[in-house]
């Protein structure tokens, strides 16, 4: 079991930067890869970013290529994403996922989720 708690969402304005941070415990950290996804009110759960289990790998969505940025600390049992030029298109509830699958970008190729933090732009 890997138990995920999701933190540093909140409301920002367009443009601004924001700092997400995903906190492990449990099975080994190192051993997962790790994805972001997020799911906006009245829309499917969708693919923002994956990351390797040594951290070196990143992929991303098209729509927050250039924008946000994945990265780890295995010593912390931390994944962050670093969120700048926020767009009101980005406002959501965003998770935080560990799975055996480096890049995947379904849902369900991830077996471990965290209870989401929300992130509101306001325009």
């Known amino acids: 079991q890997v138990q995920l708690v999701e933190s540093g969402g909140g409301l920002v304005q367009a443009g601004d930067s924001l700092s997400l941070s995903c906190a492990a415990s449990?099975?080994?950290?190192?051993?997962?890869?790790m994805g972001w996804f997020r799911q906006a009110p009245g829309k499917e759960r969708e693919f923002v970013a994956a990351?390797?289990?040594?951290?070196?790998?990143?992929v991303y969505a098209d729509s927050v290529k250039g924008r946000f940025t994945a990265s780890r600390d295995n010593a912390k049992n931390t994944v962050y994403l670093q969120m700048n030029s926020l767009k009101s298109e980005d406002t959501a509830v965003y998770y935080c996922a560990a799975g055996l699958t480096f890049g995947a970008t379904r849902s369900r190729e991830y077996d471990y989720w965290g209870q989401g933090t929300q992130v509101t732009v306001s325009s």
């Open positions: 449990g099975r080994t950290f190192s051993g997962y890869y």
């Open positions: 990351i390797s289990r040594g951290g070196s790998n990143t």
